[in-house]
Every structure is written in structure tokens, then in C-alpha cells.
């Protein structure tokens, strides 16, 4: 293996200068200008950990606990809702089974008959005010 020797006439570099230590999140409503673009996961952990001053490695890992108590709350064995307070309501709402009957198509207005559904489980989100005044 041969080493690379270094060259009298390789310039030296400026100094380099170290990062700005992170600006400290502001204790109130954080206030930003309208976005325009879609996020995903990756670019959505990215926007928090610049808008709040965090490194991105917190981010991740604060979403993840987000995101664990979120499923942990709406288990089948949990409470079955999740509150993110101003902004999202989401609960778990229990659907019971449907027997087959017989019934008027609206549509063709002929007798005919309807299978049967098994129960479901379903998530509903609702707003809250934050959130509905933004969209205003």
C-alpha cells in the first residue's frame, strides 16, 4: 500500500471557523411564513430541527415518541383516542357487524339483497381550533 506524500505547494486553508451554537427555541408560538411544498418524512424532521434551533437527531427522536404514543393510545387496549392539544382530535371509533338483508337498491330501485360486513375499527381526525383558524 503506498501513502500519498503531501506537496510543498498545497495551500494552507483558512481556518475553519465552527458552527454557531443553536439558536435557543423561542418560548412562544413559533411564528413562519406560509408553506408551498409538501413534506415527507425526512423533509419534515429536517424544517422542525431548523425552525426550532434542535439538531435533527432530536427531531427523529422526538417523533418517534410521538408516534409511539399516538398508537399506544388508540390500541385496542389503550384509551382509544389521541389529543394533540390545538391541533388534532383522533379517535378509534368501534364499527359493529351488519347482518345480510333485503333491501331496495337506490339505485336500480329492484329488490335485491346486501351482504353482510364484519365489524371494522375506524380512525377519525378531527381539527381543533388552532388548526381551523390557520386554514382560515
Do not use: C
Not at 392539544?85 to 335485491?112: H, M, N, Q, W
Not at 381539527?127 to 382560515?136: E, I, T, V, Y
Amino acid at each position: 500500500m503506498a501513502t500519498a506524500k503531501k506537496t510543498p505547494a498545497a495551500k494552507k486553508s483558512a481556518p475553519v471557523k465552527s458552527a454557531a451554537p443553536a439558536k435557543k427555541a423561542a418560548s412562544g408560538p413559533v411564528t413562519l411564513k406560509p408553506i408551498k411544498t409538501a413534506f415527507n418524512k425526512s423533509t419534515l424532521q429536517a424544517h422542525l430541527a431548523e425552525a426550532a434551533g434542535v439538531e435533527p437527531k432530536a427531531v427523529k427522536a422526538v417523533m418517534a415518541a410521538l408516534e409511539a404514543t399516538m398508537v399506544a393510545s388508540l390500541n385496542k387496549k389503550g384509551l382509544g383516542e389521541f389529543t394533540l392539544p390545538g391541533l388534532l382530535k383522533v379517535v378509534s371509533v368501534a364499527i359493529p357487524a351488519k347482518k345480510k338483508r333485503r333491501g331496495i337498491d337506490p339505485f336500480t330501485k329492484v329488490e335485491r339483497e346486501f351482504a353482510a360486513k364484519p365489524a371494522t375499527v375506524r380512525v377519525k381526525v378531527r381539527s381543533l381550533k388552532k388548526l381551523k383558524d390557520a386554514a382560515l
